[in-house]
């Protein structure tokens, strides 16, 4: 088995030195780059306009570590009469580390849809909440806490960005180096993986098998063509490596 992770940055350079160790070829190629998003300089003052009791939510690990950063530089601290969230458990760790506080997250299904089930996002009459995301990405969330009975803000934390890669080497080096499965983490990456791939190419693409981490995205794949696809219990690194080795 060879793979191509396509998960950006430092979690994506992890997963590929977990595989490697574990004797299996992987090849790094992120599609996107994360850069610091455009409405960072607005986050202390949408925190301190917040009332007692609303609540943050943190996409991903990246739009916290964003958000810290900026809170650090300004030298405001994170309010503890406002509620955390994030729809997975590694961000939720991480967060959690960074504020001193109890962060949410849906232990079950981490996604919105997960998130949407927890008992304090039931009843959200009145509530303001606060999104911390990257540029663009789902709605799901927002238009479900806003039916709710919420007034959502969402602030640009970091930005995702395409790559631009030559097509042709890439998929070269990926056949030549017999790369036949790939891990793509959101629908945004498979998309800008078909979009690389020329299309006389495509037949070797849809062959390989693809390890995703929803069935929101199993969907999208099974649409353009893949049939070979794995869903990894979990988004994090560790779920992904068990599920290449099924």
Not at 13 to 30: D, F, Q, S, T, Y
Not at 173 to 196: A, F, H, P, W
Request: hydrophobic share 40%; net charge neutral.
């Amino acid at each position: 088995m060879a793979v191509l992770i396509t998960r950006p940055g430092e979690r994506g350079e992890r997963l590929v030195e977990m595989l490697n160790k574990a004797g299996i070829m992987a090849l790094h190629l992120p599609l996107i780059s994360i850069i610091a998003g455009q409405e960072l300089n607005r986050l202390p003052n949408k925190l301190q306009q917040l009332n007692c009791g609303d609540y943050v939510v943190a996409v991903s690990k990246n739009a916290v570590e964003y958000a810290q950063k900026t809170l650090s530089a300004v030298g405001f601290c994170w309010r503890s009469d406002l509620y955390y969230f994030t729809v997975g458990q590694r961000t939720a760790e991480y967060f959690a580390s960074q504020i001193e506080n109890s962060v949410y997250y849906p232990v079950e299904q981490e996604s919105s849809e997960g998130l949407l089930n927890l008992p304090q996002m039931q009843d959200l009459q009145a509530r303001n909440i606060l999104i911390l995301r990257a540029n663009g990405g789902r709605e799901f969330f927002t238009e479900q806490a806003i039916l709710r009975g919420a007034k959502v803000e969402t602030l640009e934390c970091y930005q995702r960005m395409p790559i631009e890669y030559n097509k042709l080497e890439k998929i070269s080096l990926c056949q030549r180096i017999g790369v036949d499965t790939i891990v793509v983490t959101s629908q945004e990456m498979l998309n800008y993986l078909v979009k690389l791939v020329p299309t006389n190419e495509t037949g070797w693409l849809f062959s390989c098998r693809l390890v995703t981490v929803s069935q929101r995205i199993a969907a999208l794949a099974k649409s353009v063509g893949w049939t070979n696809i794995v869903v990894a219990d979990k988004a994090d690194n560790l779920s992904l490596f068990l599920a290449l080795q099924q």
